[in-house]
């Protein structure tokens, strides 16, 4: 959601004066004309604020950097008419929107109640967002931290400009593919806000710029511990693996994210892990003695009820915090483990969940299907990169 308000840049007085009737019908026209050039929906105007959303009309994965966009476009703008100025908040989250016979769009909820609350403390002429704006569009704009009052408790940030496409942000291979990493992180926050599984799969053929890709996603997720936590087991090998295979390098990738020894006993890791997702309630008990039992040597009788507890475990944790799964080489795994995932995420509810699926282009042959329907799942192709 954009929040704008219009200011008369006078003296004083909360009234506008007469004489900026014609500057403030252009400023109302600009607005609207930049809103719609951005795929903007204006969803409420009252006095001097007006608000819209977007990603109503198109992909919501691009609106909050066409959001910030329209924001500096509007602050260019009318700031360039006579007497006046402007201050913005770019903001995301949950919003109900109702859509009358006529056409019009309105809103409800939280999400403008927070726009406004942050509105409020913006100086003339700044553009401010919220922190989830902020952390998938920084490769494309440049923030500064709010010093001082509310905001800079809230993480909310400036946006001063956006960055020169011609100039590398984190290098050049993180700078060619940063509406790549801002369309996995909008589907991060979508599953956040939503507390729903997604999946997403990155295609490409060049293995080691795909596992580049996820590096560079997995350590941006990694810069906000407290919002989000990356699990990320260990590609398969060229003869790939199976459902063992998959659920070894699980408890070897929680053992590496949570600081617990890897070389302490399989049992040992297997109980920090239960009790830390399930408690020492009687779901922890039933977990852990399914595991414990399902351990190496015993483990290769019952891989499917290995799966199973592993699939119950990681919506025990994305429940306490919002969880990502990178699982890449997938082109190289059994169909159980393919199985596994796709059941993930169709069958799991109130968990956000987000599942990123690396593979070559050759998964899509084995499974025409992979990643249709249901609604909760894309898929995202990564073009070799020019030499």
Same mark, same amino acid.
Request: aromatic share 6%.
């Given at each position: 959601m954009l929040l704008v308000r219009v200011r008369a840049r006078t003296g004083g007085g909360a009234s506008v004066p007469e004489q900026l009737d014609v500057p403030l019908n252009e400023a109302a026209a600009s607005l609207a004309e930049i809103v719609e050039a951005h795929e903007g929906t204006i969803v409420g105007s009252l006095g001097y604020l007006t608000a819209a959303l977007f990603g109503l009309r198109d992909d919501w994965a691009a609106a909050?950097?066409?959001?910030?966009?329209? #924001?500096?476009?509007?602050?260019d703008a009318v700031g360039g008419l006579p007497g006046l100025g402007i201050e913005a908040v770019v903001t995301m989250g949950r919003a109900l929107v109702r859509e009358d016979s006529a056409g019009a769009v309105s809103v409800v909820g939280t999400l403008l109640d927070t726009a406004q609350h942050l509105l409020s403390d913006v100086p003339p002429g700044k553009v401010h967002v919220g922190p989830e704006v902020a952390a998938c569009t920084e490769g494309w704009v440049r923030y500064r931290k709010v010093a001082r009052g509310p905001d800079a408790a809230a993480k909310v940030r400036e946006a001063c400009a956006l960055h020169p496409r011609e100039v590398p942000v984190r290098g050049g291979e993180a700078h060619a593919r940063e509406h790549e990493l801002a369309i996995v992180s909008s589907h991060l926050d979508h599953s956040r806000?939503?507390? #729903?599984?997604?999946?997403?799969?990155?295609?490409g053929d060049q293995d080691q710029s795909r596992s580049r890709f996820l590096t560079e996603f997995q350590h941006r997720v990694g810069r906000l511990p407290d919002e989000a936590r990356v699990l990320?087991?260990? #590609?398969?090998?060229q003869g790939g693996y199976g459902p063992l295979g998959l659920t070894d390098a699980l408890l070897d990738a929680w053992a590496a994210s949570?600081?617990?020894?890897?070389?302490?006993?399989?049992?040992?890791l297997l109980t920090e892990l239960v009790r830390g997702a399930a408690g020492t309630g009687p779901t922890g008990d039933r977990l852990l003695r399914s595991?414990?039992?399902?351990?190496?040597?015993?483990?290769?009788?019952?891989?499917?009820?290995?799966?199973?507890?592993?699939k119950e475990l990681l919506v025990l944790c994305a429940r306490q915090l919002p969880l990502v799964l990178c699982l890449d080489g997938l082109h190289l795994v059994d169909e159980a483990v393919l199985d596994w995932?796709?059941?993930?995420?169709?069958?799991?509810?109130?968990?956000?969940?987000?599942?990123?699926?690396?593979?070559?282009?050759?998964?899509?042959?084995?499974?025409?299907?992979?990643?249709?329907?249901?609604?909760?799942?894309s898929m995202l192709s990564l073009a070799p990169l020019p030499e």
């Open positions: 909050p950097l066409e959001a910030v966009r329209a #924001a500096f476009a509007l602050r806000h939503h507390h #729903a599984p997604y999946l997403v799969t990155v295609l990320r087991p260990a #590609a398969p090998e949570s600081g617990a020894r890897r070389d302490a006993p399989v049992d040992e595991l414990l039992v399902s351990a190496p040597p015993f483990h290769a009788a019952r891989p499917r009820a290995v799966m199973d507890v592993w995932v796709e059941e993930l995420v169709a069958t799991v509810e109130d968990a956000p969940l987000l599942v990123v699926a690396g593979a070559r282009p050759q998964l899509l042959g084995r499974r025409p299907l992979w990643g249709v329907g249901g609604g909760r799942t």
